[in-house]
């Protein structure tokens, strides 16, 4: 599926857009990785004790696959609201550029903040990503329908594995019960790895999973945060060593 | 599976606000109402990009090393290697996604069914 030219009467309705922006859900292999994402998170959710519905508003309302792992996981584990909402609260901040970056491609000279409502809300790495590369096929006026329809795709696809992977979770043997799980790990550190950029991307990503058991060790409640801080700290060391050499 | 087990307690939502969707949305709002001024590659958000990436490796250790539910089954060994395999496999086909989770994926199952 190509999308139409720039100038096909195919643009000229908001609604046609809207669906074009949807069908283009099928033209990513990043859908695909969102779906094996969302298995995995539904099958987290089932066996750290959430029910379906909590699941499924997670996706709805937070919509940040590492948001939702962050959160399954330290209140799974038995963190306090305070300590996960800090997690959380961190883990979401690199949404702000995201949002801020992605929104311009949308706005024209008419457009109201409201209007650009959903799709800040619905800015997210996929979604971003996806913008980036879809929206300069799309007539700027046309551009925010586009981005409601795909985000509105790629949350259906999203709700619908969660509710596959809550559901496999309760019926599947241990074995493959344990194979759905594992897809949270691998997607998330094979996706992430991919969007390293720099060096210093990929010092974070690498200390931050070693430095994990050791803040473990410590049992202070905030070992997800100590270990994130100190690695993400080296890592921006890092880069700072290289701009001042470079 | 009835109505009351698929919502779960009413608590456990207004966590799920109180510490998912607010920390979240605020980010995003912020982002919606001062977007304008904002360099991308400034110094404080490229720490605030390590920072969140390294936390979110760190989730990504913690499933694996204190497995949640059915995972804890699997022998430490056969998790770690798992990871493992998928790594060497993601690295090995200029770092693509899905066979590095195929190969992890296959990794943990050929090992239990290795194990009996």
């Not at chain 1, 094996?36 to 089932?46: F, K, Q, V």
């Not at chain 1, 992605?102 to 109201?112: D, I, Y």
């Not at chain 1, 799709?119 to 329908?145: D, G, S, Y």
Request: charged letters at 10%; proline letters at 4%.
């Amino acid at each position: 599926m190509a999308l139409p030219p720039l100038d096909s009467p195919q643009w000229q309705s908001s609604w046609r857009a809207f669906t074009w922006g949807l069908r283009s859900i099928t033209q990513t292999i990043l859908t695909l990785v969102l779906f094996a994402t969302y298995l995995g998170i539904g099958a987290l959710a089932h066996d750290s004790h959430f029910s379906l519905v909590w699941a499924l508003c997670s996706t709805l309302f937070v919509w940040a696959g590492p948001a939702q792992i962050i959160l399954i996981t330290t209140l799974g584990s038995g963190a306090t609201v305070i300590q996960s909402a800090i997690a959380v609260t961190v883990s979401a901040i690199r949404l702000f550029p995201m949002v801020v970056s992605v929104l311009p491609l949308m706005r024209t000279p008419t457009t109201k903040r409201r209007e650009l409502f959903f799709a800040a809300h619905l800015t997210a790495v996929t979604l971003w990503v996806e913008c980036h590369r879809f929206l300069p096929q799309v007539p700027r006026e046309r551009r925010i329908a586009f981005v409601n329809g795909l985000g509105f795709g790629l949350v259906s696809v999203c709700l619908t594995a969660n509710t596959i992977g809550y559901f496999l979770a309760a019926n599947l043997t241990r074995t493959l019960g344990a194979a759905i799980l594992l897809l949270t790990p691998l997607s998330f550190l094979f996706s992430t790895a991919r969007n390293c950029r720099e060096v210093a991307d990929v010092v974070a990503l690498a200390l931050g999973v070693l430095l994990y058991p050791l803040a473990a060790k410590m049992n202070s409640g905030l070992d997800i945060l100590v270990s994130g801080l100190a690695a993400g700290t080296i890592a921006y060391g890092v880069h700072w060593w290289r701009d001042v050499r470079a | 599976m009835s109505a009351a087990q698929l919502v779960g307690d009413w608590q456990a939502l207004v966590v799920l606000f109180v510490a998912g969707v607010i920390p979240n949305q605020i980010w995003r709002m912020l982002g919606l109402w001062f977007g304008g001024g904002i360099d991308e590659g400034s110094e404080l958000l490229v720490w605030v990009r390590a920072v969140a990436t390294a936390i979110l490796a760190g989730v990504i250790a913690q499933i694996v090393v204190e497995p949640p539910g059915a995972l804890a089954s699997v022998p430490d060994g056969l998790r770690y290697g798992a990871v493992g395999a998928g790594l060497v496999v993601f690295l090995l086909t200029r770092r693509s996604i899905f066979a590095g989770v195929v190969a992890g994926e296959a990794f943990m199952l050929a090992g239990q069914w290795w194990l009996g």
